[in-house]
């Protein structure tokens, strides 16, 4: 009896003071990332998902562009 209440005793401190560690500090996203709203993109080209050329002429439509970079869950 006293060995297995020693054991659980000396079990319970080890995992106390095991495997704590400092949780990571998050990083804050600087200000200056990104564009402002309202400021032009930079021009660019890239292929689309069929392999096609698109640029900022390309996308463009009456109304202004939307770029959305959706990444999927299976890459």
Known sequence: MRVSVAILLLLGIVSVLGGQEKPPIPQAVPESAGLQV??????????????????????????????????????
Do not use: H
Request: zero cysteines; charged letters at 20%; glycine letters at 10%.
């Open 38 to 75: 309202g400021q032009k993109a930079p021009a660019f080209t890239l292929p689309d998902q069929f392999g096609y050329e698109q640029s900022n002429d390309t996308l463009k439509g009456s109304k202004g562009t939307v770029i959305l970079f959706f990444r999927s869950a299976d890459w």
